[in-house]
C-alpha cells in the first residue's frame, strides 16, 4: 500500500498498525491505514483531515476516529495520551522511512500490549522474535517502565514467536 504523508495535518505524527508493523516483521496484508497523533492535538488533525476531503466515520473504542480518504481508503486516527507519546512520535519522525515516520518498535510493543487484540498479540509474537538483542533490552526496559504488569505477557510472547520462527 502506497502511505502519503499526512505532513498537512500540521501536528506530529507517525504510521501504526499494520503498516508500522511490517517494519518489524514479515508483512501482514491491510486495507487501511493507521496514523498515531497527540490527543492533544486532535482538533488542528481533524480541521486539515476535513479540509483535505477526508470524511469522519466513526469513534474508535481505543481513542480517536475513523476517516475516509477521498479515494476511498479507511484511515484510523489514534490519539495517543500516554506519558510518553510525544517522545514516541519525535523518535518516528527522527527516523523518517519513505516520507513517512513509523512507531518505533519499543512504543509500537506498548501500544500493542495495550490494545491486546488478537492481530497485536500475533503481531508482537512475531516482531519481538525478530528483535535484535539490543532492540529488545531497550523493549524490556520501556515495558517495565510504563507497562510493569505487561512483562511476564511481554516474554511469552517474545517465546511464542522465537518457537514459530523455528518451525
Same mark, same amino acid.
Given at each position: 500500500?502506497? %502511505? ?6 500540521? %501536528?506530529?505524527?507517525?504510521? %501504526? ?9 514479515? !508483512?501482514r ?5 493507521? &496514523?498515531? &497523533? ?6 488542528? *488533525? ?5 479540509? $483535505? #476531503?477526508? /470524511?469522519? #466515520?466513526? !469513534? ?9 480518504? !477521498?479515494?476511498?481508503? =479507511? ?7 500516554? =506519558?510518553? *507519546? ?5 523518535? $518516528?519522525d527522527a527516523?523518517?522511512?519513505?516520507? +513517512?515516520?513509523?512507531?518505533?518498535l ?15 498479540? +500475533?503481531?508482537?509474537? /512475531? ?5 535484535? !538483542? +539490543?532492540?529488545?533490552?531497550? &523493549?524490556?526496559? @520501556?515495558?517495565? /517502565?510504563? +507497562? =510493569? $504488569?505487561?512483562?511476564?505477557? @511481554? ?5 511464542? #514467536? ?6
Amino acid at each position: 500500500m502506497e %502511505v502519503a504523508s499526512f505532513d498537512f495535518l500540521g %501536528v506530529p505524527w507517525c504510521l %501504526v498498525g499494520a503498516l508500522a508493523a511490517n517494519r518489524y516483521m514479515s !508483512p501482514r496484508h491491510t486495507n487501511d491505514l493507521d &496514523i498515531a &497523533i497527540l490527543e492533544s492535538d486532535r482538533h488542528l *488533525a481533524y480541521r486539515a483531515l476535513r479540509q $483535505a #476531503g477526508f /470524511r469522519y #466515520g466513526k !469513534p474508535l473504542s481505543i481513542g480517536g476516529a475513523a476517516w475516509v480518504s !477521498p479515494s476511498g481508503t =479507511p484511515l484510523d486516527v489514534i490519539e495517543m495520551r500516554h =506519558p510518553w *507519546a510525544a517522545q514516541a512520535l519525535r523518535e $518516528a519522525d527522527a527516523l523518517r522511512r519513505e516520507n +513517512a515516520p513509523v512507531m518505533p518498535l519499543p512504543y509500537l510493543v506498548l501500544m500493542k500490549l495495550e490494545a491486546s487484540r488478537t492481530t497485536d498479540v +500475533a503481531d508482537l509474537a /512475531r516482531m519481538l522474535a525478530l528483535a535484535d !538483542p +539490543a532492540e529488545l533490552d531497550r &523493549i524490556r526496559a @520501556m515495558v517495565e /517502565r510504563w +507497562a =510493569p $504488569a505487561d512483562r511476564e505477557d @511481554m516474554e511469552q510472547l517474545v517465546a511464542l #514467536g522465537r518457537a514459530e520462527l523455528q518451525e
